[in-house]
């Protein structure tokens, strides 16, 4: 058995994709209840959480705390933001111009992330047929 740690970024931007995914859908039921009475807009925490899994690594450098990063706890978790102002009477706090802004950032997001990950195949494609 060879142990490779190949795969440490490609997994590691696996999970931020699936963040950024999730991310996106929850941006778009937002958008979805824009005029719903009192519905709060949801978000999802990804990034906090990639930087506290790092932070909290005994490695240092980046290289090896990615590569011993526990994938199982680097998950996107929803949450209400109830924290938000509300200038309706209805309760409703979701400002459909910053969830377009949001949306247009995170489909962004998303397309960098998978890129990176084609590009992390092709380094690896191009290492393995190299003389």
Do not use: H
């Not at 991310?23 to 990804?46: C, H, L, M, S, W």
């Not at 590009?119 to 690896?124: D, G, S």
């Amino acid at each position: 058995m060879i142990n490779s740690n190949a795969f440490s970024y490609i997994n590691v931007l696996d999970r931020a994709a699936d963040a950024s995914w999730t991310r996106e859908t929850v941006i778009g039921n937002n958008i979805a209840n824009v005029d719903t009475p009192g519905y709060k807009r949801q978000d999802v925490a990804f990034e906090d959480v990639l930087k506290r899994e790092l932070k909290s690594s005994k490695y240092d450098t980046l290289q090896k705390a990615v590569d011993n990063v526990p994938l199982n706890k680097l998950e996107g978790r929803t949450y209400t933001d109830y924290a938000s102002y509300s200038y309706r009477l209805d309760g409703n706090n979701v400002d459909i111009d910053t969830e377009n802004v949001e949306l247009a950032s995170e489909q962004l997001r998303y397309q960098t992330l998978t890129s990176a990950v084609s590009n992390e195949f092709t380094r690896m494609n191009t290492a393995m047929q190299t003389p």
